[in-house]
């Protein structure tokens, strides 16, 4: 029997690179002294997720090295990822506790590599140290009630001259569904059909309460688009500081609300936890009744766009993993 070797030319639709090549990488092109350790700490089966690297410095410092994922597939080019970076330094200027991108000796905060697949960016971010939150403490989600909206606000102002994707409705709902659609064909037609009319009632319930546009700045601005306890850390000092933005861009502020409610399923379900978190946020930002209704049909929306993220057209997540509504 002989073992037959492929003559097909192989086609890579996501690489990870070794730790050593980052260590490498960073040693060239930053100024902060040595580095003794660079180790991968990406969830591996997350393969929509970008890469991260954890480095210690002689000093002990540490910093976390993002390795975006190549961005045709999802839409991104170079302007989202500095539009990112621009932010979090906006947000750190204010005084925000986030992490936020080093600069490298060229002076630019971005750099890029030729990977297997295609061009990747990458970044070198501050490292965010303590607890995650507790989603069951009470006074941990006032705090971050209180931070959201601080950020919401800090926000207001912030300009960058570099293009970021919009978090509306066609973002929201339209791009998944055509893409759950694609995946679902003629097998699943009752789901589907159900999907879209809901999806209808949603589009129009947002509509109504918010405005098609979404540009009045009271309701609609920057935002982080992923708030999650996983994402949060609470210091020593009791400090509370984010990490992990590449969600971020222009949306409505109740959809973050909305997203952080169904990352956090035990605040959606107890009245005293929501209660904590809605009066932390609104002692800095009060919001306006239509706002506060419309986090119930952006929760909605949220799955189906979650939905529609896994059904991707590189296929890196698999089809099997696009659950049902």
């Not at 002989?2 to 890579?12: F, G, P, Q, S």
């Not at 990747?120 to 971050?144: S, V």
Request: aromatic share 12%; net charge negative; charged share 25%.
């Amino acid at each position: 029997m002989v073992t037959r070797e492929t003559k097909i030319d192989i086609e890579i639709a996501r690489s990870f690179i070794s730790a050593e090549t980052v260590r490498a990488i960073v040693a060239d092109s930053y100024d902060l002294g040595e580095v003794v350790s660079c180790k991968l700490f990406s969830k591996l089966l997350r393969t929509q997720d970008n890469d991260h690297y954890l480095l210690t410095m002689k000093d002990g410092t540490e910093y976390v090295f993002r390795l975006y994922q190549a961005g045709e597939g999802i839409g991104r080019q170079e302007s989202d990822y500095l539009f990112e970076i621009d932010w979090l330094t906006h947000l750190h200027k204010q005084g925000v506790l986030v992490s936020y991108a080093i600069a490298h000796k060229d002076g630019g905060h971005l750099g890029y590599m030729d990977a297997p697949e295609g061009r990747r960016y990458y970044a070198l971010f501050t490292m965010i140290d303590g607890q995650a939150m507790d989603a069951k403490d009470p006074d941990q989600l006032f705090a971050l009630g209180q931070a959201m909206a601080q950020i919401h606000l800090a926000s207001k102002g912030f300009t960058s001259k570099h293009k970021r994707y919009k978090t509306d409705l066609n973002y929201l709902i339209d791009e998944p569904i055509a893409r759950i659609r694609s995946f679902w064909g003629e097998h699943r037609v009752a789901e589907l059909e159900t999907l879209e009319v809901s999806a209808v009632a949603l589009r129009k319930k947002v509509e109504t309460l918010l405005g098609k546009a979404g540009t009045d700045e009271g309701v609609w601005g920057v935002i982080g688009g992923d708030f999650h306890g996983a994402n949060t850390r609470f210091n020593e000092d009791d400090e509370l500081g984010f990490f992990n933005f590449d969600l971020c861009g222009y949306g409505w502020w109740a959809y973050d609300i909305a997203v952080f409610l169904s990352n956090t399923p035990a605040v959606q379900t107890k009245s005293a936890l929501s209660e904590a978190f809605f009066a932390g946020y609104y002692s800095v930002r009060p919001l306006r009744p239509e706002e506060h209704e419309a986090v119930a049909s952006f929760i909605s929306i949220r799955r189906i766009w979650l939905m529609g993220s896994f059904a991707l057209g590189d296929g890196l997540a698999g089809h099997t993993f696009v659950a049902s509504a």
